[in-house]
């Protein structure tokens, strides 16, 4: 029996002693031994610290404690894998999932990183003039084509084009902007903390759920730089509602002479009527409502890689290209590269085939019917009466910041092991090789195949059985 905290410190392992250990148990050679010294370093840092304020509960003996710390080291070691980047399957119906890494890119997209990331490129080299050139010049026509717009410029995400806007538009100024659109992305980024580090000053107009264009109006004075308008990318208002029209916003701005910012989000190069989520503008839209910059995302809608794009009137991009920002937000080579090929898709009309967004959204529930059911006849088959396999209808959604409140009707998979928890279940299919990524709900766990390749439904069945099979 342990009696004080320095007896119970002794039994903590040396780093070298755990690392014999995990020798032993063959976890120590599946990761550098770099990597395996700061894991179990801090596995005993942390038993230290909890055995001094005495809240650990690793036992009573000295045995108990080095065999308790020694089973969290291994723990520990096992969870390297899962914390590096690795595919997953994502299961949940959730197309634009934002912790899954959001859109899948397209094959002409990988095709293209393949081809220019591994050697030279003419990122900033201009093969006309044999000169340096400008690395957006690369995707600018495109996106001037598909959305009407005079010029574009591509950074890293959508929040950098928002920021790189109002530092050029309204460094020490005044930003007008409706308190129902002041939004909170993941992350907790908050739009007012972008304004504020953009070198404006915000000021709120309207409430929550109303806002009008006198209430813009009233607002304006000589230190306005920008009326902003952003879009509701996680959320919506229902009921006693009232939103300022882009198309009104840039009327006004056009008579005081203040640009209009519209932060688009979703970045949808399509009619969403045609993909039955109507509400939804478009980017080629808001630049003919008058914008004059309208800003969105390159992985979400789009259905390319994570991008910030930027597009608008010839003059004010012309700015936003000069500022010492651009140098801090500017992508890379194989950013524009997938974007080139993606935008390429839309160009040859082809993007609704082509892109995985666009065919997830599109894929009629029929067919997904009779997929689902192929894949729950052949599960049953390979995992017998471990676990009980059933076709249910379901809800999948966009998400991802777009259409916000959506639901699109599908079809899943849910599963009901016989032998352990549905959280336990669903702890074993994240640990899959693949991971596999669904919904708990109750002590079911729901498989949506909406947002899974169809080449990928015999992976999706090993990775099921094998997490059966370990649970009998």
Not at 87 to 108: C, D, E, M, Q, W
Not at 196 to 204: D, N, P
Not at 315 to 325: G, V, Y
Not at 420 to 426: K, P
């Amino acid at each position: 029996m342990l009696e004080t905290h320095d007896e119970a410190l002794r039994a903590i392992p040396s780093v070298e002693s755990a690392l014999k250990h995990l020798n032993s148990c063959a976890l120590g050679g599946e990761h550098p031994r770099s990597m395996l010294t700061r894991s179990v370093q801090r596995v005993l840092a942390g038993a230290r610290v909890s055995i001094q304020s005495g809240k650990h509960a690793y036992g009573s003996t000295f045995e108990d404690v080095r065999q308790s710390i020694m089973e969290e080291v291994e723990r520990e070691v096992a969870a390297l894998a899962l914390r590096a980047l690795v595919p997953v399957l994502n299961v949940t119906g959730v197309i634009l999932h934002t912790n899954l890494g959001r859109s899948p890119l397209a094959a002409a997209a990988l095709e293209a990183i393949a081809e220019t990331a591994g050697g030279y490129s003419n990122l900033e080299f201009d093969l006309v003039r044999g000169k340096r050139g400008k690395r957006d010049l690369l995707v600018l026509d495109a996106l001037c084509v598909l959305t009407g717009a005079e010029d574009a410029l591509v950074v890293n995400n959508n929040a950098a084009g928002v920021l790189l806007a109002i530092n050029t538009l309204a460094l020490g100024r005044e930003v007008i902007v409706s308190r129902g659109e002041l939004i909170e992305i993941g992350g907790s980024f908050r739009l007012p903390e972008v304004l504020e580090r953009g070198g404006a000053t915000m000021v709120e107009v309207g409430t929550t759920n109303r806002t009008s264009l006198a209430d813009f109006e009233g607002a304006l004075n000589r230190r306005t730089g920008v009326l902003l308008s952003a879009h509701w990318s996680n959320y919506s208002i229902e009921g006693f509602v009232a939103r300022v029209e882009i198309r009104d916003l840039a009327r006004l701005g056009e008579r005081y002479g203040i640009p209009v910012i519209h932060d688009l989000g979703s970045g949808a190069l399509v009619d969403v009527d045609v993909l039955d989520m109507p509400g939804e503008m478009t980017v080629g839209q808001s630049i003919a409502a008058g914008a004059h910059v309208v800003t969105f995302s390159g992985d979400k809608m789009l259905g390319g890689p994570q991008a910030g794009i930027v597009v608008g009137r010839a003059e004010t991009i012309a700015r936003m290209r000069k500022n010492p920002l651009m140098r801090a937000l500017r992508p890379g080579k194989q950013i524009l590269a997938a974007l080139q090929a993606t935008l390429a898709l839309y160009l040859d009309g082809v993007q609704s085939t082509r892109i995985p967004v666009l065919s997830m959204v599109g894929i009629s529930l029929e067919e997904l019917q009779a997929r689902t059911e192929k894949v729950a006849v052949r599960l049953q088959e390979r995992i017998g009466e471990a676990a009980v396999v059933r076709v249910r209808e379901v809800v999948a959604r966009v998400g991802g910041g777009a259409v916000p409140g959506s639901e699109i009707p599908s079809v899943g998979l849910e599963l009901t092991s016989l032998s352990c928890s549905a959280g336990a279940f669903s702890a074993k299919l994240r640990a899959g090789s693949p991971p596999l990524i669904g919904r708990t709900i109750g002590e079911t766990v729901l498989l949506d195949l909406r947002t899974v390749f169809p080449e990928h439904d015999s992976v999706l069945i090993d990775v099921v059985a094998e997490a059966v099979t370990n649970d009998a």
